[in-house]
C-alpha cells in the first residue's frame, strides 16, 4: 500500500493490532470481530485477515509489516513549501516480490577472489615471520 507518511503510521499500528487479536482470538470472538467490522471497510478482507494472514504468521512474533519511505516528491506539496514523504506499507512474508531486494553476493567475483587470496598470503607469510621470532 503506497501513500502519506502520517496515515501509514496509524494503518501500519492498527493492521498490527488486528493481526495480533486474530491470531490470540480467532474469529469466533466477538470483540475480534466487533473491531474488524469497525476498522475493515472492505469485509472480504475481514475473511482474508483469518484465512491468510493468520495462518501466515501463526510462528511469528510480532512486526507483520514493514513501511519504506520513497523518495520525496517536490512538485507535490500538501502545504506551501512542505514535500509529501510517500511510504509504502508491506505485509511480510507475501507473495509477491519484495520491495527493497535482497543484496547481491558479491563474493565471486574476480576482485574479491584475488582479494580474498592475497589476504591469505599476507596472513600465512605474517605467522611465518611470528614463528621465526619465537624461535
Known amino acids: 500500500i503506497e501513500g ?5 503510521d496509524e494503518t501500519r499500528q492498527y493492521a498490527e493490532r488486528l493481526i495480533e487479536l486474530a491470531k490470540k482470538y480467532g474469529d469466533r470472538h466477538v470483540g475480534t470481530m466487533q473491531l474488524m467490522d469497525y476498522w ?11 484465512k491468510v494472514f493468520v495462518p501466515r504468521y501463526t510462528n511469528t512474533i510480532g512486526p507483520y ?10 512538485g507535490e506539496f500538501n502545504y506551501p513549501n512542505v514535500p509529501r514523504q510517500n511510504i509504502v506499507l508491506e505485509m511480510k512474508d507475501n507473495p509477491y516480490p519484495r520491495i527493497i531486494p535482497d543484496p547481491r553476493n558479491y563474493s565471486n567475483i574476480l576482485t574479491n577472489v584475488l582479494l580474498d587470496q592475497a589476504r591469505k598470503e ?8 611470528n614463528e621465526n621470532k619465537e624461535k
Open 4 to 8: 502519506y507518511i502520517r496515515t501509514h
Open 40 to 50: 475493515v471497510n472492505d469485509k472480504d478482507l475481514i475473511h482474508k485477515v483469518f
Open 65 to 74: 509489516t514493514n513501511s519504506y519511505r520513497l523518495p520525496i516528491k517536490y
Open 122 to 129: 599476507y596472513r600465512t607469510e605474517q605467522n611465518n615471520r
